[in-house]
């Protein structure tokens, strides 16, 4: 059995939680939290499996690790503080951890990340032997895996498109849902999340990805960033209401150029009221799916939808990023150690797990 920790019980830690316990090869040793008030609760509770399971999350990192754990979930977030989610990846690596996590956008892509990341990593996988892999849905297996995969289906491809299309209503992330995304705010609001190279730093890394396992060479990655306000004020039944005339949708692109035309594209639809921006693209149950299209002969259009956590579809997003990383520590404990990315890692069938228990 890999004794692995779970640092972090939000909405990946609560399904990272969940994923330990089902694997048949894992084994939950340890569950880190920051929130003190967290700290002794059992990891069946944190995890809503609605039954104990006999391990008291912790505050203490240093014991911890000192305990020599061999892979680690890392389940925080480094939407806001990625100083501080590296610095404890680094750490974790270095007491000889495997670590799985979708919390460093920039390593996804590791050859292209900047140094002041990469060889941080790099140093701490020499000198304590531990690996790391960062995948997540989107970015993750939406955006690199699975067209890549389909692609294979198509005798001519012309254009691949990868679409998230999601209600952010169900989101349970309010303020990255308000301040990040920008839902909510005044249209001269300016969102984090879509400011000029902030989407290519976050999603070009799955574009050049592709890119080099389809042997092509890109141009460049060009971005665009449409924007919606709400004609009327809507209540939402997780986020209260966002008023008339505040952001409502928010539609970019990253585009992969090849010889002059966008020919890998990673397209966000995003909204928090099916009112808003119903020309946009709409997954089929208005609440959230991942899209792959080929543009090609033949056309091929694969729509993946996942819910968890009592149908929520965010939740269900959230659950897959999380079965693509716990699925593959046990792979990377076998593996030299080293900084791995999505094209090296494989994804497995559900060896050993069909017909499990349910946690």
């Given amino acids: 059995m890999v004794s692995t920790v779970v640092w972090g019980t939000g909405n990946i830690g609560r399904a990272a ?10 084994e939950l040793a340890a569950v880190l939290v920051h929130n003190p ?7 069946g509770d944190l995890g809503g499996l609605g039954h104990e399971l006999g391990v008291a999350a912790t505050g203490d990192v240093e ?11 890392y389940a925080a977030s480094g939407d806001i503080r990625p100083d501080e989610a590296l610095a404890d990846i680094v750490r974790a690596i270095r007491a000889g951890a495997v670590v799985v996590t979708p919390s460093l956008y920039a390593l996804y892509d590791h050859r292209n990340a900047p140094p002041e990341l990469r060889e941080p990593v790099l140093a701490a996988i020499a000198d304590g032997g531990g690996s790391l892999f960062v ?21 001519t491809v012309d254009v691949i498109r990868c679409q998230e299309i999601f209600d952010y209503s169900t989101y349970d992330q ?10 909510g705010q005044p249209m001269d609001y300016e969102p984090p999340m879509i400011a000029p190279t902030v989407p290519s730093m976050v999603w070009g890394g799955q574009v050049r990805l592709m890119a ?18 709400l004609d009327s004020t809507v209540s939402t039944r ?14 970019f692109e990253v585009q992969g150029v090849v010889e002059g035309e966008p020919r890998i594209v990673v397209e966000h639809v995003t909204r928090v009221h099916p009112s808003c921006a119903p020309d946009w693209p709409v997954s089929p149950n208005g609440e959230g799916a991942h899209r792959v299209i080929i543009e090609g002969r033949p056309r091929i259009e694969v729509t993946v939808e996942a819910t968890d956590e009592d149908g929520n579809r965010s939740a269900g997003g ?7 990383l716990v699925g593959a520590v046990d792979w990377l404990v076998d593996a030299e150690p080293g900084l791995y990315d999505a094209l090296d890692v494989p994804l497995r069938p559900a060896v050993g797990k069909l017909g499990r228990k349910r946690p």
């Fill in 318 to 324: 959230n659950a897959t990023a999380v079965g693509r």
């Fill in 17 to 26: 939680i969940r994923a330990v316990e089902a694997h048949p090869v894992l």
């Fill in 238 to 251: 997780t986020m209260g209401e966002f008023e008339a005339g505040t952001q409502g949708a928010v539609r």
């Fill in 63 to 73: 014991a911890v690790l000192a305990a020599g754990p061999r892979a680690v979930v």
């Fill in 135 to 155: 995948s997540g849905v989107d970015p993750g297996w939406g955006n690199d895996v699975l067209p890549l995969l389909i692609s294979g289906l198509g005798a």
């Fill in 212 to 229: 080099r396992a389809l042997g092509v060479e890109l141009d460049e990655i060009r971005e665009t960033v449409d924007r919606r306000p």
């Fill in 174 to 183: 309010a303020d990255s849902v308000r301040y990040l995304v920008g839902m």
């Fill in 37 to 43: 008030d967290k700290v002794g609760r059992d990891a």
